[in-house]
């Protein structure tokens, strides 16, 4: 980050630990079966937070919940907008059809990520049900999606981005709000 960048806290550690474990009990709540569920990680944050639903659930449930990987990248109809990454390999673990399916990503803004992400499922097969479940809710859709669970709604300004950050990955847990003078924005 430059010096013209600022981040704001807007879940301490402790606070994501309470909002995973409410989101947690949401899904618990929500989905009668849970031996019949699959949690679908979208790259880069969205697979390290499908790896600690995957714990929390066995925790709070007792059952071992099936988990996946599904890169939207070559789904996108605005690659030459937000250009390419390294490419995360798909790893869908069972046939979808009669499963229902938790697209999990950290933060939904757009929702051509998440439009992606169903094209890039749809080619697997026709799952029963797909929902969504997101850690941050930024606002600023151009498609009709909304996530079934959402951890945190936090309107921000095009000139601001969120960053869901986790210790296993990132040393520091949280989610942060970093603001970029328009010095920084080319």
């Known amino acids: 980050m430059s010096n013209k960048t600022k981040r704001v806290i807007i879940l301490t ?12 009990s949401e899904i618990i ?12 990680g979208i790259p880069t944050r969205g697979i390290d ?10 925790c709070e449930s007792g059952v071992k ?5 599904i890169d939207p990248t070559f789904y996108r109809d605005d690659q030459n907008r937000v250009g390419t990454r390294l490419i995360k390999a798909t790893d869908i673990p ?24 169903m094209d890039a499922l749809y080619s697997w097969g026709r799952p029963q049900k797909v929902m969504l479940l997101v850690m941050v809710d930024r606002g600023h859709r151009e498609l009709p999606i909304q996530p079934d669970f959402c951890g ?10 969120i ?15 970093n603001c970029f003078s328009s010095e920084d924005i080319t």
Request: cysteine-free.
């Open 49 to 58: 937070l499908a790896k600690v639903l995957e714990k929390e659930l066995l």
């Open 94 to 117: 069972t046939p979808i059809e009669e499963q229902e399916i938790l697209l999990i990503d950290d933060v939904i803004y757009t929702g051509r990520t998440i439009r992606a992400a």
């Open 65 to 69: 919940v099936k988990r996946g990987i």
């Open 13 to 24: 550690a402790v606070e994501l630990r309470k909002t995973i474990s409410r989101l947690t």
């Open 29 to 40: 709540e929500k989905v009668k079966k849970l031996d019949n569920l699959v949690l679908v």
């Open 163 to 177: 960053s869901l950050r986790l210790n296993n990955v990132d040393n520091e847990e949280g989610v942060f709000l």
């Open 152 to 161: 945190k709604q936090v309107l921000t300004s095009k000139n601001e981005s």
